[in-house]
């Protein structure tokens, strides 16, 4: 797929501070997915970014986290920092224990680079196959193909790979991405059609192949649904997959909501609906924290 440009406006600030959430997480409770940006100043966008956005580094991250009662964090590279993954490199090294990174790169990256990001907290590659009405690929991201060429050097680090793309576009390259022996961790609880609903052939491959504990899912909530601010239209999805394999599932903020002109998120509010729609203790902490730490390697 082609590059595809997108519109070039900001996006809404979200809420600062974050309302307090009323479920207490339990101690080295993770988000799984954020982003951070800046200070612009010293890392400014990628040129041709698809949006453009104000200061969000780590320290406010961090207060994020801490104001929702969160241990642990997951940064992922966004689109609008391209292949300069510098930025995240410098958030990984202000809280090396809370932090760890997914960040991007094409099949020619050096071995010194790779090794460089391993030292620092990257734990994987982020590859994408979004596509909209022109069937191209964002500006700033990375393929499949880079992927599968990428995949023994992957193994070898012991790293997964991240895919964000649309469920119908998975279903159709997922027998040949499993080939490649990596773990594969969707985006975005899969990116389904909603209005498809759960028996939708390509959610039910996602569902399979998380059942069979080939793939792992990230439960952010919110780009899925057309119901905010409580989603309703996601829950049966979201208890499906919990239903299909909890042992293969992380939760995450998708902090600070890259992208969203309306219906903006409030993580407080997020963190609640997860401790609403997952009521077992149990199953909260294993999500929260104990996959989390296997996936990412953090101490339990």
Known sequence: MKDRPLSTESWLTPPDPPSPPRYQAPAGATDCHAHVFGPLARYPLAPGATYQTQDLPVPAYLGMLDRIGLARGVLVQPSAYALDNG????????????????????ADVADHELATMQAAGVRGLRFSAIAGATGHRYTGTVGFDDLLALAPRLRALGWHAQVWTQAELFDVAAA????????????????????????????????RLLGAGRIWVKLPVYRNSQQFPDYADCRPFHDALLTANPEQLVWGTDWPHVGLK??????????????????DDKLRRQILVENPARLYGFSV
């Open 87 to 106: 930025a995240l490199l410098t958030a990984l090294a202000a809280a090396p224990d809370r932090l760890r990174g997914i960040a991007v790169a094409r």
């Open 176 to 207: 040949r991405l499993l080939q490649a022996g990596v773990p594969l961790v969707l985006d975005h609880m899969g990116h389904f059609d909603v209005s498809a609903g759960i028996n939708a052939p390509n959610f039910q491959t996602v569902l």
């Open 262 to 279: 309306r219906d903006m998120p409030d993580v407080g509010h997020l963190l609640d609906l997860f401790a609403d729609w997952v009521t």
